[in-house]
């Protein structure tokens, strides 16, 4: 079985660019998660998806982070414009629908430079 | 405050050595625990759940304290191979399935 696949695994853009990281996660997982580590912190909870929903946003740090999950499949998560603040490792995770069986991403190390 | 905390470290300890970690959280409402292994530069990965009965894993033993909230993890005769961060890890309350992290406790085994 395929795991949870992140794209790209590492970005590094200027500030004020455009990043999209993108989340395949395993086939048939209803729930999708975004974390993310920045140097020297714990790991954040983003935000969770239900197939194509958004169950908890409540961790998205402003307005110039946009996540999307098109048909309950594939997720994207947008940075624009990006800041030196956003830099850190990106991870995306996702369970079946019953809950449990967490598998995480091997993330994207995003540079803002 | 932070939700999940963790004293950080670093442990570095011999090849068989008995090592400790211990964890507090102060969302009394969390239903789940965990201790996730993450070595450098790596995704979490999942060492084991943590009961309020005790649960062991081989060389490894995790306790729930849901009174004072603690929560511990114990190495039993350590290898090389454990040397990695550990991570305690919360779950439940009003965001179903929404993991909180703590800093995580930095393990280093040598020869």
């Known amino acids: 079985e395929a795991g949870v696949t992140q794209f790209p695994s590492h970005s590094v853009i200027e500030k004020g660019q455009t990043v999209t990281l993108r989340c395949d996660p395993i086939?048939?997982?209803?729930?999708l998660y975004w974390y993310r580590r920045v140097m020297g912190k714990e790991i954040k909870f983003l935000l969770h998806f239900v197939k194509e929903s958004k169950q908890d946003e409540s961790g998205m740090p402003n307005n110039r982070f946009l996540a999307e999950r098109t048909g309950g499949t594939y997720s994207t998560l947008k940075v624009q414009p990006a800041e030196l603040e956003d830099s850190g490792v990106y991870f995306c995770?996702?369970?079946?629908?019953?809950?449990?069986?967490?598998?995480f991403g091997s993330g994207t190390r995003l540079t803002v430079v | 405050r932070k939700e999940v905390e963790q004293d950080p470290g670093p442990f570095n300890v011999p090849e068989g050595a008995t090592v400790a970690f211990n964890c507090t959280y102060s969302n009394s409402a969390s239903q789940s625990f965990f201790w996730y292994r993450q070595d450098c530069r790596k995704e979490p990965k999942l060492l084991m759940s943590?009961?309020?009965s005790g649960n062991e894993d081989g060389r490894f033993t995790a306790q729930l304290n849901r009174a004072s909230q603690y929560i511990s993890l114990l190495i039993r005769d350590s290898k090389l191979s454990d040397s990695a961060t550990y991570l305690c890890?919360?779950?439940?309350?009003?965001?179903?399935?929404?993991?909180?992290f703590g800093q995580g406790t930095i393990l280093t085994v040598h020869p």
């Open positions: 890890v919360s779950s439940g309350g009003t965001s179903y399935g929404k993991l909180t």
């Open positions: 943590v009961y309020s």
């Open positions: 086939s048939g997982h209803d729930n």
């Open positions: 995770a996702s369970s079946p629908r019953t809950g449990g069986g967490y598998t």
